[in-house]
């Protein structure tokens, strides 16, 4: 899916727009590319997780590189997200620091709950190869 439109400038805040977005090969990973309205550059992003805080949407998206063995680990970005009425999303950076930290926490608690219940949903020893006569009678 592809989807273009012009940037959006505004005074006081860092907008970026997503050029187009399209599904990656691993089911969910949502891609964009995010053009800075104050100088064009483009970053790939891939989104992690949105959330609300006080009627405020938020994204988390870390810088992506098709994996080639030969960069470092990703970055995460937090950005506020909104929708303008002909549906084109804008993400603003967040300059507040008390905003972006209370985003964050938002964000490591939402990520620690989720990595809480997929240990109680694993199964013990799945995918753990056996040895021999382990688990015989």
Same mark, same amino acid.
Not at 36 to 54: P, V
């Given at each position: 899916?592809?989807?273009?439109?012009?940037?959006?400038?505004?005074?006081?805040?860092?907008?970026?727009?997503?050029?187009?977005?399209?599904?990656?090969?691993?089911?969910?990973?949502?891609?964009?590319?995010?053009?800075?309205?104050?100088?064009?550059? +483009?970053?790939?992003?891939?989104?992690?997780?949105?959330?609300?805080?006080?009627?405020? +949407?938020?994204?988390?998206?870390?810088?992506? +590189?098709?994996?080639?063995?030969?960069?470092?680990?990703?970055?995460?970005?937090?950005?506020?997200?909104?929708?303008?009425?002909?549906?084109?999303?804008?993400?603003?950076?967040?300059?507040?620091?008390?905003?972006?930290?209370?985003?964050?926490?938002?964000?490591?608690r939402r990520y620690a709950a989720n990595v809480k219940e997929k240990r109680k949903k694993r199964v013990p020893g799945a995918g753990m190869p056996q040895t021999p006569g382990e688990g015989q009678v």
């Amino acid at each position: 899916m592809k989807k273009t439109s012009q940037t959006k400038k505004n005074r006081n805040k860092s907008v970026r727009k997503p050029v187009f977005t399209h599904h990656s090969p691993k089911e969910g990973d949502a891609l964009a590319v995010i053009r800075d309205a104050s100088n064009g550059k +483009e970053y790939y992003l891939s989104m992690i997780d949105t959330f609300m805080i006080e009627k405020v +949407e938020y994204a988390v998206m870390y810088n992506y +590189e098709p994996d080639d063995g030969n960069h470092a680990d990703p970055e995460l970005v937090i950005m506020r997200t909104e929708y303008a009425r002909n549906g084109d999303q804008y993400f603003y950076s967040i300059k507040n620091e008390s905003e972006l930290e209370a985003a964050f926490t938002v964000f490591m608690r939402r990520y620690a709950a989720n990595v809480k219940e997929k240990r109680k949903k694993r199964v013990p020893g799945a995918g753990m190869p056996q040895t021999p006569g382990e688990g015989q009678v």
